[in-house]
């Protein structure tokens, strides 16, 4: 990943040659790829004649307004659902890193009988998509009782960050030599103190890679929450915003747009932080 | 000897404990996942509804829907959207990728801007492309008017073949950068002596792409397509916000009508059905891009 080694024989092309060929085509990628973001931010902050007049230039604003996130921050339930999400996210995480720790020190290191077949189920378990099981899954929710509650959501999410954690948390432990595991154990260290204390301490940046990933991955849920829960105060972001400031025919697009852009900075925020932490994680779970 | 209390012993067994570790991880996904899985086949050959547990009525929800004009329709539509969309995704993020992987300024802020549409929701990126395709309101309407292109503004989301490549455009948008930064790390990997060697032979740059970069590339190009194939094929969320399935079914896939079927419908078992027929055709698609790319790899012999 160097940059002195990633020189290649660049050197070669000339300065025109390499505008025309690198720089234009990745500029007009990005501005094609950070387009509907702009554009998600200047409509939420248009006033509604601006957004539905054709005259005027779109691509800008002339009289910002606020009245969109007034009408959305007090006027509906979207602090609710912007705390249902939270919430929502950060128990499901909590619990699928939990579960994700233990079974992949298990197969990895612990190397119990069936543990090969063991780590081939998780990776199957992974490729299993929520939009083939959500059907029995609502059955089995409402029969539960759990139909209409956060605990349905809390409860299904780790389903499929389960999987993902653990394959991404077995690839972390892999590379952590046995060695010291081996002094550990000479030492008398029991396994779970060898895997509180010698493990998971440098396993840190695969546990911030796997929580980021657990994180995102249950904010942008959208199936189950949409499936198994019906009552406003309990909806997440993605889902109240499509079901319920959609009202008739009438778009409310200036309070869609906030809500939007609202419900998109808080991962876009988590994620600025741990860029590389993400991207190593689903870089090294492609390379398995 | 001390003799180990039987706590001890647990503790020194790693068979014994490593069933336990695994505990946690097992009941959730052999409870919320397998179940439902196996519940799914089950409910597919019922007469369920919402509320009603349903009776054994053997294959006939299947035979149903293989005369169904709207699901045969909804197959066409998922087959025609994984395939267009996943290769657009390919291409354009492969090329994403090689172009992030020249020697750029700023290389790690372009990294990570273009990973962007990947990590916000869905749901609400796709509120933004909703409002690009407003039929009365489309700043792509707006700039080609501008320009003379067209003189009526387009409906998008309106017209069958129209409404069926915006939300392929849009998917693509979404995709474009897990494909562009699994294979850019892929392309890190290629030791840069190769192209140094191979343009000393006089190798031009397509040469140099054909017969390095593609080998060198294929066994993560295979599992990134794989995976790609995968979200793809059992999109939801994007068709739910931009056309619930309309304009007259044009964009109506599997999972979008499985849904409609099941829940706002009432008809578990029905959903159930098409559900459990996505399973086949999925394992198919994933069979196919997986293993006739990693065939190539092995022909061209690049070691895995």
Known sequence: MSNKNSQGMEFLTSLPRRWVTIYIPLILMLIVLLFPFYWMGITAFKPNEELLSRSGNPFWLINPTLAHFNKLLFHTSYPQWLWNTILVSVCATFISIFASVLAAYAIERLRFRGSKVMGMMIFFAYLVPPSIIFIPLASI??????????????????????????????????SIPFELEECAMIDGATRWQILTKIILPLAVPGLISAGIFAFTLSWNEFIYALTFVSSSEIKTVPVGV??????????????????????????????????????????????? | MKSLSLMERFQSNRHALGYAFMVPAILLLAGLLAYPLGLGTWLGFTDAKIGRSGEWIGIENFKYLITD????????????????????????GLWLAMLLNKNLPFKSFFRAVVLLPWI??????????????????????????????????????????????????????????????????GLQTISPSYYE????????????????????????????????????????????????????????????????????????????????????????????????????????????
């Open chain 2, 69 to 92: 004009s709207v699901f045969l329709l909804s197959v066409f539509n998922t087959l025609f959207y994984t395939v267009v969309a996943s290769i657009a995704k390919f291409v354009l």
């Open chain 1, 141 to 174: 929710v409402f029969e539960y009782g759990l139909f209409d509650t956060r605990m349905a959501l809390i409860l299904t999410y780790p389903t499929f960050l389960v999987p993902f954690c653990t394959w991404l948390l077995m690839g972390y432990f892999r």
């Open chain 1, 242 to 288: 499509i079901t319920e400031l959609v009202e008739g025919d009438v778009y409310h697009w200036g309070s869609l747009m906030a809500g939007a852009l609202l419900g998109s900075l808080p991962v876009a925020f988590i994620y600025s932080f741990f860029v590389e932490y993400y991207v190593s994680g689903m870089t090294g779970s492609v390379k398995e």
């Open chain 2, 197 to 304: 060697a191979a343009s000393i032979d006089g190798a031009t740059p397509w040469q140099q792409f054909r017969f390095i970069t593609m080998p060198l590339l294929t066994p993560i190009i295979a599992v990134v397509m794989t995976f790609s194939v995968l979200f793809t094929f059992t999109d939801f969320q994007l068709i739910y916000v931009l056309t619930r399935g309309g304009p007259l079914n044009a964009t109506q896939l599997m999972a979008t009508l499985a849904f409609q079927r099941a829940i706002p419908g009432g008809s578990l078992g029905e959903g159930a059905a098409i559900a459990t027929m996505m399973v086949p055709l999925l394992l198919a698609a994933i069979m196919f891009s997986y293993f006739g790319l990693q065939r190539r790899a092995w022909q061209q012999g690049a070691d895995k």
């Open chain 2, 120 to 185: 916000v929701p869905t749901a609400l990126s796709a509120i933004a492309f909703w409002w690009i395709y407003d039929s009365q309101f489309s700043v792509v309407s707006w700039m080609l008017t501008r320009m003379g292109l067209i003189d009526r503004y387009i409906d998008f989301l309106g017209d069958p073949w129209l409404a069926r490549m915006s939300v392929i455009i849009a998917n693509v948008w979404r995709g474009i950068p897990f494909v562009a930064i699994s294979l850019l790390a």
